[in-house]
């Protein structure tokens, strides 16, 4: 037993209270709406609830296969063919986990040890380098701007060493809402490739793209495809971010280094929730209709502030959406968004808290993944601010 004065040495002496956290308790202690944590504000389907008081009361409530209930995995599978034509095998190249945050952590850990370098690409979201640094790897970056309209990928190619052992990836993009484009991930493919190094792909947005754009996955890209780790989640795209149910799609001798960390991290993951959405995944109507749902939140959000003064580019993919005010104030982003938090009454994002040295570019990110009266009276609330 520890001692009163026994010393623990933090493993991550840098990492404080989430920025989420922080926003959320002060939009609580103002009663502010809160457009700052990206989770929804509405149900899920009655039908998905159903499945799950069915499986629930029909005695699926003990431990689940380690690697996930077989129906669950078989779904999975049947829907990445459908969608990349990419045919990966359920009983040993898809693993079930305690939502995306899992997955990204132990693909992490698979491919990364003491001193391996890992690109990520900033601003990023922040499970990402604490995970880097758990593991002993150190993170480097590639810096974009969160309106930025595309990556050079010269400068991209600068930050490969002989260290480089992983790249992580995120498409759609939290919170940039960027989309990766098959010419990117190409061009991705052709220096991991060169480098022989694996990536690690957060596609938990999939499902949510606007404009009649197409989500390229990186397991669709050849090149990519025999180093990747694709991580998912039914969270965001069924609205039950308090489910925690994901799950990675990798090649088996992948996979299978997966599994032994996987197997001792959580082991299994909810049982009835597994077996819940196996039969919803049986109607791909249950996501295939979920862009054009959050296609109108972002139009209803945009429209509602348009005429504030804000830089906006139309959101790309995901459930948020940037806005910059750089012409309207010179206020660094996180006191701008306390102020608007306790004056206004509406609570959002800085961008600098997704980036390594908290840089200020002037851009507030806001969810739009609640209900329409919600977004209206933030909206109403923002015309209020003093600039």
Not at 51 to 64: E, F, H, I, T
Request: net charge negative.
């Amino acid at each position: 037993m520890l001692s009163a004065g026994t010393e623990i040495r933090s493993k991550l002496p840098k990492v404080g209270t989430t920025i989420f956290t922080k926003m959320s308790k002060l939009a609580e202690e103002y009663k502010a709406i809160n457009l700052s944590q990206g989770f929804p504000e509405f149900d899920c389907s009655p039908g998905l609830q159903i499945l799950m008081d069915r499986y629930v009361r029909s005695g699926k409530n003990q431990y689940a296969p380690m690697a996930g209930v077989m129906a669950l995995r078989e779904a999975i599978s049947k829907k990445t063919y459908a969608a990349t034509g990419v045919e990966y095998h359920p009983e040993s190249e898809i693993t079930i986990t305690s939502g995306a945050s899992e997955a990204l952590y132990v693909a992490i850990s698979v491919a990364v040890h003491p001193g391996d370098e890992v690109i990520v690409f900033e601003p990023a979201y922040d499970s990402y380098v604490p995970a880097i640094e758990l593991n002993g790897g150190i993170p480097v970056y590639v810096t974009l701007d969160p309106l930025y309209d595309g990556i050079d990928w010269d400068v991209v190619a600068t930050r490969f060493s002989a260290k480089t052992k992983a790249v992580i990836i995120n498409t759609p993009h939290n919170p940039t809402g960027k989309l990766w484009t098959e010419s990117d991930l190409q061009k991705l493919g052709e220096l991991t490739t060169k480098h022989d190094v694996a990536v690690i792909s957060d596609e938990v947005y999939e499902h949510i793209i606007f404009d009649g754009r197409s989500h390229v996955s990186a397991s669709a890209i050849p090149s990519l495809a025999n180093r990747t780790f694709v991580c998912g989640s039914f969270g965001k795209t069924f609205h039950i971010t308090g489910w925690k149910v994901g799950y990675c799609l990798a090649p088996k001798e992948i996979s299978a280094e997966f599994r032994k960390i996987h197997q001792y991290l959580v082991f299994s993951v909810n049982t009835p929730a597994q077996f819940a959405l196996a039969e919803y995944l049986f109607e791909p109507e249950h996501y295939l209709g979920l862009s054009a749902f959050y296609e109108k939140k972002r139009n209803l959000f945009i429209n509602s502030i348009n005429d504030i003064g804000f830089e906006i580019k139309p959101s790309e993919g995901s459930f948020f959406q940037n806005v910059s005010y750089h012409h309207l104030s010179g206020e660094h982003d996180l006191y701008l968004a306390e102020r608007l938090t306790r004056e206004a009454g509406v609570a959002s994002i800085p961008l600098s808290s997704f980036y390594n040295e908290a840089v200020d570019y002037k851009v507030l990110r806001f969810c739009f993944a609640k209900n329409d009266d919600t977004l209206l009276k933030g909206a109403e609330m923002l015309h209020n601010v003093k600039w």
